[in-house]
């Protein structure tokens, strides 16, 4: 603004205060002065442009004068800085070193955060679940350093997520009693341990994994054929004390080196035979049963601690179900061999459709599912469907894990009582230690 002779008005201005600075890599001039210190002298007139500004004077809107200061006293000014303490001149010399001292400028960074904080009105109760938003967005996004199959994310994907969860539990939680139950013979049988017990036995089972992968076995060389269960208890004897959270360690470096060996490994090895003694399943099944597991205990032990946990994402939780749906015509044999359900009502040839029970799971990871109800090697049918049951994803989980009961499972039924009664009996034979 200029008075009638063109010259500087004279009204005086306020004090200059140096604003916030919004980061390190800001580099503007926060001084009044609107040409830069050192301009380039200009060709030619610039009509928009402002009149030039001499760089020495006594006016009152001229920049402040910049003192020459250390490295050393730079440095101890960042807090002053940080709190808008500074005068006018060492603002500036403080702003002038930070973009060329990159460890300042991170640090500067760092003070103004904190200041930031201290805002009297600001609420630094987090939320309990800001934690596992952010990993299971960062599980989302993150690029693999090595391509991992997809069948494999479901594995990786759980694994990390309760390392995360025990990442965050004090020392006495590890001996937090936890108490496992699953089905036997249609009785329920619990077992009770610690969260430490069971990373144990999750390094145990995933054993048989390893052991099929020619990966060192966390039971030693030249262990016999066990179940799950036994070469859980033998791990668990094998202990020379009770199990704590060294055990964490062992557990992760195992599943990073399934994950990364597999990854290695080429498209074949997906169709590798995993033995669990009693019964055997492909790799690719395997590792989808063990993130299931990973994830069902985890969620043992966030209970134990109350620890928000929720369940797998949907596309997760649907490979799992589809596992379990693909297992339960096999299963209502073996039951049917040992008396424990209806006899077959038909013969039907291996491939031929025969009776089925519609299974529809709702919710995340949901879809239809046609269970054979007469011989593992039919196909189940739509046309030939006698009964339907209706169930939640995680529900229909929770009774595949023995976490609860037949009778327990509020599923919506309809058709053949015989066969829901036997298929859902079948679900929760699945389960074990």
């Avoid at 033998?234 to 009770?242: E, H, I, K, V, Y």
């Avoid at 090697?377 to 739509?382: D, T």
């Avoid at 058709?415 to 074990?432: M, P, T, W």
Wanted: aromatic share 4%; hydrophobic share 40%; with cysteine.
């Amino acid at each position: 603004m200029t008075g009638a002779n063109g010259d500087a008005d004279d009204v005086a201005r306020a004090p200059w205060i140096p604003g916030p600075r919004r980061s390190a890599d800001d580099h503007a001039d926060l001084t009044a002065d609107p040409t830069p210190v050192t301009p380039p002298a200009p060709t030619a007139p610039a009509p928009p442009m402002p009149p030039e500004v001499p760089e020495t004077g006594a006016e009152a809107d001229e920049p402040p004068d910049v003192p020459q200061l250390t490295h050393r006293v730079l440095k101890s000014l960042l807090g002053a800085w940080a709190l808008s303490a500074c005068s006018a001149g060492e603002t500036k010399a403080v702003e002038d070193h930070l973009t060329e001292c990159a460890p300042c400028a991170e640090e500067a960074l760092r003070l103004r955060d904190a200041v930031a904080l201290l805002h009297e009105d600001r609420d630094l109760d987090l939320d309990p679940l800001l934690r596992s938003r952010v990993l299971e967005n960062c599980l989302g996004r993150r690029p693999a350093r090595v391509p991992v199959p997809e069948w494999v994310t479901p594995y990786d994907a759980e694994t990390a997520r309760l390392d995360a969860l025990l990442r965050d539990i004090g020392e006495s939680e590890w001996h937090a009693p936890v108490r496992l139950k699953w089905y036997e013979d249609d009785h329920l049988v619990r077992r009770k341990t610690t969260v430490a017990g069971v990373i144990g036995h999750l390094l145990a089972v995933d054993g048989l994994v390893s052991s099929a992968l020619g990966i060192k076995d966390p039971l030693g060389a030249g262990v016999p054929e066990l179940s799950p269960t036994e070469r859980t208890e033998a791990f668990w004897s094998a202990l020379d004390r009770p199990p704590n959270r060294a055990l964490r360690g062992p557990w992760r470096d195992q599943t990073h080196t399934l994950i990364r060996t597999v990854s290695f490994a080429g498209r074949g090895v997906g169709d590798l035979t995993v033995t669990y003694k009693d019964f055997a399943l492909p790799l690719r099944d395997s590792l989808l049963e063990r993130a299931f597991e990973c994830w069902l205990h985890a969620d043992d032990i966030a209970n134990a601690v109350a620890y928000p946990y929720a369940p797998p994402s949907g596309a997760h939780l649907h490979g799992m179900i589809d596992l379990a749906a693909r297992l339960l015509p096999a299963a209502l044999a073996g039951r049917r061999r040992s008396g424990l359900a209806a006899p077959a009502r038909h013969l039907v040839a291996a491939g031929a459709p025969g009776r089925s029970l519609h299974l529809e799971v709702e919710g995340a990871g949901g879809g239809h599912w046609y269970i054979a109800l007469d011989s593992p090697a039919a196909v189940g049918s739509p046309d030939r469907a006698v009964a339907q049951v209706a169930m939640d994803g995680v529900e229909f989980c929770q009774l595949v894990a023995g976490h609860i009961s037949p009778e327990e499972a509020a599923a919506g039924q309809d058709g053949d009582r015989e066969a829901i009664r036997d298929v859902l009996s079948a679900a929760a034979s699945l389960s074990r230690l």
